[in-house]
C-alpha cells in the first residue's frame, strides 16, 4: 500500500532540512545536531513561521516547552553556565516525506508571552495550556487559558526549576528507615563503639 | 471568554419542530402536528431528518451527514471546539449537560467528558483530564538516564516497549551509541508483539463496550498468550524495563521461536473468528457505520495519529517514514483506509495485527547472532561473572546503577510509532547524568483533543463507540 521507505534523515540530511525551512522563514539560527532538524525565530515571528511552514510541514505534533535556570530545586544543576530564559518549542513534520523540523523560540522570564497557534494549528490548544499551567507562559489569544490537568487554584507551576517536589521534603524516603544509623565521630570517642563491633 | 465560537450556532441542525410543517392556526393544532411527525417519522423508519433531539427511533438512530459535514466544515482545523462550555448560555430550554466519567466504565480510565446534550443530539463535548496525573515529566528529570525507562514504562501502560524504545533511542542518539543488531531485532519483535497485544485489548474493551461481551472474553484469551511470553522474556507482564539505553535487558530465552510461531497461530485464528462475529454483524455495522467521523485535515491539524489517522486515509506510519531500530529491513504494509469511522478503525487495527505478526515472524526467521546490548563499558554494566573476580567491575558496576552515566549536552526528539500513534520523547541533557528535561509526545493525548471534533452532532450513544474506538490510555494523556 506504500510506496519504497524513505532513507532516514542521516544527521547531514537534518541539517540540510533546517537550513531549508530556517532560509524559508528568516531562522535565527538552524541546526541538525543528533539527527534532528531545529530552527530558532524570534518571538515576534513566532505565528508567522508557524503560517508558513504549515504550508510544508501540515503536521502538528506537540508544543512544549524549556525552563533554562542556573539554580534548580530539585536535580542537578546544569553543568556549565546557562542563559536564563524559557525555550518553547513545536514539532512540526510532512508524513508523506518524512521530514520534520522543530521550531523553538527563547522567551524571557520576566515577562513570558507568545502570541497563540490555536488560528494556525487547532491542536496547539491543550499544548499551549499545558505549558501554561506548567510554566507560566501566557499565549495571548488563547480562547481558554485555563488548568488543564491541575486542580482549578493551584499554585506554582511545577516543571519550573524552581518548583520543589514538595512531598519529598515534607515525608522523608520511607526507604529511610531500613538503614541503621553509621556511628558518628561522638559515639566512638565518647567509648560507645558496642553498635560497631556487635555485628562481628 | 471573548467570543463564542461559530460552530455553537452552526451545530443547531435540528430544525425546529413543525418548521417545515405549515404554520398552525392554534396551540392545539400544533401540538397534533407535532405528534403527527413523530407519529410518521416512528412509521417510516429512516426518512426525515426532523427534530431528532425529541425522541429515540430508528430514524434517530442514522447519523444526519449533510449536517453533519456544515458542523465539521466550522472547526476544521483552526477553530477551538471543545472549553467553552462554561462561557456559553444554552440557547434552549431543551440542552442539559451530562458528565460521563471520570468513573464511567467505557471512558477506559479517568476521562471525564463533560457533554451538552438537545435531546439525544450531542452539541458540544468538553474532555476534562488530569485525573491520573502524576508529574512523569518532573520525576524523569530527577532520575539518571538509566533509571529513565522505570518511568517512562509507566505511560502508556498498554505499550510499554515503545515508552521504553522512544526513551532509549533519544538517549543512545545523545550518546551516539550504535547497537548490535540482534539488540535492534529484539527491539523489534517486543515492540511488534506488543502491539499485537495492545490491539487485542483494544478489540476487546472496544466489543465489550459494544455490547458483544464474547469479544471481551476472546481479545483477553489471545492477549494472554502474547502477555506469556513478555513475562517468559522480561519477568513481568506489564512495566518490563526490558529496553534500556544500550541495548535489551536480557537475551530471548530458549525455545523463544516456537513461542513466536505459537503466539502467530493463536493470534490469526481468532482473528478470523473476531472479522466473522463483528465484522459482518448487522447490529455491530449499525453501531460503527459513519460514526465518529474525522477527516484527514482535521487529523494533520489536532495532531492525530496511529490507526485514527490512518484510518480517514491519511497513510501515515512513523516506520516507514522515521524508521527505527532497523525496522526498514523487514516487510510490512500499512493499512489504510478512508471513511475515517469506527468501522474503519477496526479494519486498520484487525490489519495491524497481521502486519505486526508478519514482522514477528520475520524477526524470527532472520535474527542476527551477537550481543544482545551494546559493547560500550559507559552503558552497559559488566557481566555478573566479572563481579565475582574484579574489584574494578563491582566498582564500575555499582557507579552505573548510583550515579549513572553523563550524557553529552544537547537535544533530540526520537519518535517511536505505538499503538496509538506517535509517540515522542523530547529529550535535553546539559551534560549531566540526569536528562534537563523530558517531554512525552503522548499520542492519546492529541487523539484525545479530538474527541469533540469526532462527537459534535452525533447522537448520544455514539459516544461509547466513538471513544472507544480512539483507544485511550490515561495514563498516556495525562502522564
Redesign the interface.
Given at each position: 500500500m506504500t510506496e519504497s521507505p524513505p532513507e532516514a534523515p542521516a544527521p547531514s540530511a537534518a541539517a540540510g532540512l533546517a537550513e531549508r525551512f530556517g532560509k524559508m522563514v528568516g531562522a535565527l539560527s538552524a541546526t541538525g545536531d543528533f539527527g534532528t532538524a531545529r530552527i530558532r525565530v524570534s518571538p515576534d515571528r513566532w505565528v508567522e513561521t508557524h503560517r508558513t511552514l504549515a504550508e510544508h510541514l501540515p503536521f502538528f505534533s506537540f508544543l512544549s516547552a524549556i525552563d533554562w535556570a542556573g539554580e534548580v530545586a530539585v536535580g542537578d544543576p546544569p553543568e556549565g553556565d546557562v542563559e536564563e530564559r524559557f525555550e518553547v518549542f513545536t514539532r512540526l513534520s510532512d508524513v508523506s516525506k518524512g521530514e520534520g523540523v522543530i521550531v523553538s523560540t527563547d522567551l524571557s522570564k520576566e515577562d513570558p508571552r507568545l502570541a497563540t497557534l490555536v488560528e494556525v494549528f487547532g491542536g496547539a490548544n491543550w499544548h499551549e495550556r499545558e505549558a501554561h499551567e506548567m510554566f507560566g507562559i501566557f499565549f495571548e489569544g488563547h480562547p481558554h487559558l485555563e488548568n488543564l490537568y491541575l486542580p482549578d487554584g493551584f499554585e506554582g507551576h511545577p516543571l519550573r526549576k524552581t518548583f520543589p517536589l514538595l512531598s519529598r521534603e515534607v515525608k522523608p524516603w520511607p526507604g529511610m528507615v531500613d538503614v541503621e544509623d553509621m556511628p558518628t565521630t561522638e559515639n566512638v570517642e565518647a567509648g560507645e563503639p558496642e553498635a560497631w563491633e556487635e555485628g562481628e | 471568554?471573548?467570543k463564542p465560537?461559530d460552530s455553537v450556532t452552526g451545530d443547531t441542525e435540528a430544525p425546529p419542530p413543525g418548521a417545515e410543517q405549515a404554520p398552525p392556526e392554534s396551540p392545539g393544532d400544533q401540538g397534533k402536528a407535532k405528534r403527527r411527525v413523530v407519529h410518521d417519522l416512528w412509521l417510516s423508519g429512516t426518512e426525515a431528518p426532523v427534530d431528532t433531539g425529541r425522541f429515540t427511533d430508528e430514524g434517530a438512530q442514522e447519523m444526519l451527514l449533510e449536517e453533519e459535514a456544515a458542523v465539521l466544515a466550522g472547526?476544521r482545523?483552526?477553530?477551538?471546539?471543545?472549553?467553552?462550555a462554561a462561557g456559553v448560555e444554552p440557547s434552549t430550554e431543551q440542552t442539559q449537560i451530562v458528565n460521563m466519567g471520570p468513573q464511567h466504565p467505557a471512558t477506559h480510565g479517568v476521562l471525564r467528558l463533560q457533554v451538552e446534550l438537545d435531546g439525544e443530539t450531542i452539541r458540544r463535548v468538553k474532555p476534562i483530564?488530569?485525573y491520573l496525573?502524576t508529574?512523569m515529566?518532573?520525576t524523569g528529570?530527577?532520575l539518571t538516564f538509566m533509571q529513565g525507562p522505570t518511568n517512562v514504562t509507566r505511560m502508556d501502560y498498554l505499550s510499554p516497549f515503545h515508552n521504553e524504545l522512544a526513551f532509549s533511542l533519544a538517549v543512545e542518539?545523545?550518546l551516539g551509541l550504535e547497537i548490535p543488531p540482534r539488540a535492534q531485532a529484539i527491539r523489534v519483535l517486543m515492540t511488534e508483539l506488543n502491539r499485537v497485544a495492545s490491539h487485542l485489548l483494544w478489540a476487546a474493551t472496544t466489543g465489550l463496550d459494544l455490547g458483544a461481551l464474547s469479544m471481551m472474553i476472546y481479545g483477553w484469551r489471545e492477549r494472554e498468550a502474547v502477555l506469556a511470553f513478555f513475562e517468559k522474556t522480561t519477568g513481568l507482564r506489564m512495566n518490563h524495563n526490558y529496553i534500556r539505553p544500550g541495548g535489551v535487558a536480557a537475551d530471548l530465552p530458549d525455545g523463544w521461536e516456537e513461542d513466536v510461531a505459537a503466539i502467530e497461530e493463536t493470534v490469526l485464528a481468532g482473528l478470523a473468528d473476531y472479522e466473522g462475529l463483528l465484522m459482518e454483524n448487522p447490529i455491530f455495522i449499525e453501531r460503527t457505520h459513519g460514526v465518529g467521523v474525522i477527516t484527514p485535515e482535521?487529523c494533520?491539524?489536532?495532531?492525530?495519529t496511529g490507526p485514527l489517522a490512518r484510518a480517514s486515509g491519511?497513510?501515515?506510519?512513523l516506520r516507514?517514514?522515521?524508521?527505527?531500530s532497523g525496522i526498514?529491513q523487514y516487510e510490512f504494509?500499512?493499512?489504510?483506509t478512508e471513511h475515517g469511522d469506527v468501522y474503519d478503525r477496526f479494519i486498520v487495527r484487525f490489519e495491524e495485527i497481521r502486519q505486526s505478526l508478519r514482522i514477528a515472524r520475520q524477526v524470527a526467521e532472520t535474527m542476527p547472532l551477537g550481543d544482545y546490548r551494546s559493547e560500550d563499558r559507559k552503558v552497559t554494566p559488566p557481566p555478573r561473572a566479572r563481579l565475582d573476580q574484579s574489584m574494578e567491575a563491582l566498582i564500575h558496576h555499582f557507579k552505573i546503577f548510583t550515579e549513572g552515566f553523563k550524557v553529552p549536552?544537547?537535544?533530540?526528539?526520537e519518535?517511536v510509532e505505538s499503538p496509538r500513534g506517535?509517540l515522542?520523547m523530547?529529550l535535553?541533557s546539559?551534560?549531566?547524568?540526569?536528562p534537563?528535561?523530558l517531554?512525552v509526545?503522548g499520542p492519546s493525548?492529541?487523539n484525545v483533543?479530538?474527541l469533540p471534533v469526532m462527537l459534535t452532532g452525533s447522537l448520544i450513544a455514539d459516544t461509547i463507540s466513538a471513544l472507544a474506538s480512539v483507544d485511550p490510555v490515561m495514563g498516556d494523556v495525562?502522564r
Open positions: - | 471568554m471573548s465560537p472547526q482545523g483552526t477553530l477551538v471546539v471543545d472549553d467553552y483530564i488530569g496525573h508529574g515529566e518532573r528529570e530527577t542518539r545523545l482535521e494533520l491539524a489536532y495532531g492525530v491519511i497513510d501515515f506510519d516507514k517514514a522515521f524508521p527505527y526498514e504494509d500499512v493499512p489504510t549536552a544537547g537535544e533530540v526528539y519518535a506517535e515522542g523530547y535535553v546539559s551534560g549531566g547524568a540526569k534537563w528535561r517531554h509526545r493525548f492529541a483533543q479530538a495525562d
